[in-house]
Nanobody, 121 residues
């Protein structure tokens, strides 16, 4: 069993930066790949990116490539989503998730409750 809690969301101006954290509880955190997703009001859940179990491989949606960076620190049981050059279109609730395999279109077993990110013009 893995419990995930996101933090670090808030209000930021367009062009600014924000770092989200995903704190995990449980002895098996390092055994899981981690994904990041977001969902805006009235929109479908969108894949943002993912990172493999030891952090050697990352995946990004085209919409965030070059702006967002995913990382993890297994010693701290924490994953991160660094967001730079934020745009109003990035406004959404952001979720982290844990699963067996990193990537888009892959089922994830555990989900956090989300953290709100709002980007103003």
């Amino acid at each position: 069993q893995v419990q995930l809690v996101e933090s670090g969301g808030g209000l930021v101006q367009a062009g600014g930066s924000l770092r989200l954290s995903c704190a995990a509880s449980g002895r098996t955190f390092s055994s899981y790949a981690m994904g990041w997703f977001r969902q805006a009001p009235g929109k479908e859940r969108e894949f943002v990116g993912a990172i493999s179990r030891i952090g050697s491989i990352t995946y990004y949606a085209d919409s965030v490539k070059g702006r967002f960076t995913i990382s993890r620190d297994n010693a701290k049981n924490t994953g991160y989503l660094q967001m730079n050059s934020l745009k109003p279109e990035d406004t959404a609730v952001y979720y982290c998730a844990a699963g067996r395999v990193a990537g888009q279109g892959v089922p994830y077993d555990y989900w956090g409750q989300g953290t709100q990110v709002t980007v103003s013009s």
